[in-house]
């Protein structure tokens, strides 16, 4: 009796697990896969299975198939058709028109479920998705100070709106950095920037940017810099971004002895950021030399690590930065390097 009972249940379960999991696919080699929800998208079957997920098939790997229900079927050179799928010998039966016709399986073009959209509308679905501009904002700040001993004092902000879509971004920053030890200051640096890119499918686009700087230790009263180009993405996907940029820029210095300069130049940078799973790694160097002499010129150079912390929205940023300038004015130096740590606040 104990033997029929758990017979019993056990063929309700296997035939409870066909009618969950009924479109069926025979391959060519004469295996049988049993899923749900079938597909045909660019030359694949893809089938839901209980046992590896969605798995996809090349689509001469597939002699024949069925499905349980009525499905969206387009044939090569054909218009979409709305019936259940039969296999047969040489192929599968669909009812075009009042009668089932006998179709090859490699005459399938696409099939898609009769409550969803063909492929060809979520493609267009996703490419206006991705035109849509959507604005991210981060803020960062870093604040440290001692009194007794030592009277110190430094102050770091930053803040960063972004808005971007698929193929443009313009980025708006600005930052101050202020820094007292024993009654002395040892930074004084204020910076903006604007930055608008553009670039196709195939990676090829232009750029325009803009920067205004003040940094009184260095005896800078004005920098500004304007520069157009082209550029090219070497590489773009969800995990990695490499760019390289090249175009004219103007360049105005004002020094607070009432120096100046001033000259067309170039402007040649490369930009790098590399997803991993959860932080993310920046690298920019830039390069401008004036046309006026080309010994005259300024290299950038910033690399950071953002690690995010136990919130969402929250990042911790270290990073350094060096600023290479080959004709400063007397009494600084060439290059300045600067070692930095901020707390990260990012939203949307």
Same mark, same amino acid.
């Given at each position: 009796m104990m033997t029929k009972t758990v017979g019993t249940i056990l063929i309700g379960l296997v035939l409870g697990a066909s009618a969950a999991f009924a479109?069926?696919?025979?391959?060519?080699?004469?295996?049988?896969?049993?899923?749900?929800?079938?597909?045909?998208?660019?030359?694949k079957f893809k089938i839901d299975t209980s046992f590896a997920g969605t798995l996809e098939i090349a689509q001469d790997k597939v002699k024949s198939f069925s499905t349980d229900e009525p499905v969206n079927i387009l044939l090569t050179g054909g218009t979409p058709v709305l019936s259940e799928v039969q296999s047969a010998e040489g192929g599968i039966k669909i009812k075009m028109a009042s009668s089932p016709d006998l179709v090859a399986t490699g005459k399938i073009y696409e099939i898609w479920r009769k409550d969803s959209d063909s492929p060809e509308i979520r493609k267009l679905k996703a490419i206006a998705a991705g035109r849509v501009h959507h604005w991210s904002y981060e803020a960062a700040a870093a604040i440290a100070g001692r009194t007794g001993v030592a009277d110190k004092f430094s102050l770091d902000l930053g803040v960063k709106a972004t808005l971007a879509n698929d193929t443009d971004k313009l980025v708006l920053s600005g930052a101050v950095q202020k820094a007292r030890d024993e009654g002395v200051d040892t930074a004084s640096h204020l @910076?903006?920037?604007?930055?608008? #890119?553009?670039?196709?499918?195939?990676?090829?686009?232009?750029?325009?940017?803009?920067?205004?700087?003040?940094?009184?230790?260095? @005896?800078?009263?004005?920098?500004? #810099?304007t520069a157009l180009g082209l550029g090219h993405k070497l590489i773009k996907n969800k995990k990695e971004d490499l760019e390289v940029r090249a175009g004219l820029v103007y360049l105005y210095e004002k020094y607070d002895d009432d120096t100046s300069f001033e000259s067309p130049g170039l402007d040649i940078a490369v930009l790098h950021s590399y997803m991993f799973s959860t932080s993310k790694l920046t690298n920019m160097i830039d390069y401008t030399p004036a046309f006026k002499t080309f010994a005259n010129y300024r290299i950038h150079h910033e690399s950071a690590f953002e690690i995010p912390l136990a919130a969402s929205m929250w990042k911790l940023k270290i990073g350094v930065a060096n600023d290479y300038n080959s004709r400063p004015p007397d009494g600084v130096k060439r290059l300045d390097t600067t070692y930095f740590s901020s707390l990260l606040l990012t939203w949307k």
């Open positions: 479109d069926r696919i025979e391959l060519a080699d004469g295996s049988v896969i049993m899923g749900k929800k079938l597909l045909v998208e660019a030359g @910076l903006g920037s604007a930055d608008y #890119s553009s670039y196709d499918s195939a990676g090829n686009g232009w750029y325009a940017k803009t920067l205004l700087e003040q940094d009184h230790i260095n @005896l800078l009263d004005l920098r500004s #810099s």
